[in-house]
Nanobody, 126 residues
Framework: QVQLLESGGGLVQAGGSLRLSCAAS????????MGWFRQAPGKEREFVAA????????YYADSVKDRFTISRDNTKSTVALQMNSLQPVDTAVYYC???????????????????WGQGTQVTVSS
């Protein structure tokens, strides 16, 4: 069983940047696609970005496209989310998650992900 731990959240002004990291322990991530999701207070959890097990395929929510970049380092079993041009609407708890099934392609549906981290808070002030 894998454990996921997010880090890198914090408070940033609008227009600023943050880099989130997700580290795995218990086993390697290299056979699994990974995703980032977020949940703002009073709202449903929503998809942010996902990356295939190989790193060759990425998906982004329209709201973050061209601002956020997902990447992974399979040698270190880590996944990162570089967030630029942050806006107050990006304020949320951000979660990384592991896609169900080895070698499965990523999706945008939270139900397709089995393991989740505890989340890291991102707050963007105006």
């Amino acid at each position: 069983q894998v454990q996921l731990l997010e880090s890198g959240g914090g408070l940033v002004q609008a227009g600023g940047s943050l880099r989130l990291s997700c580290a795995a322990s218990g086993r390697t991530l290299r056979e699994y696609s990974m995703g980032w999701f977020r949940q703002a207070p009073g709202k449903e959890r929503e998809f942010v970005a996902a990356i295939s097990w190989s790193g060759e395929t990425t998906y982004y929510a329209d709201s973050v496209k061209d601002r956020f970049t997902i990447s992974r380092d399979n040698t270190k079993s880590t996944v990162a989310l570089q967030m630029n041009s942050l806006q107050p609407v990006d304020t949320a708890v951000y979660y990384c998650a592991e896609r169900r099934g080895r070698w499965s392609m990523p999706t945008m549906r939270a139900l397709d992900y089995d393991y989740w981290g505890q989340g890291t808070q991102v707050t963007v002030s105006s």
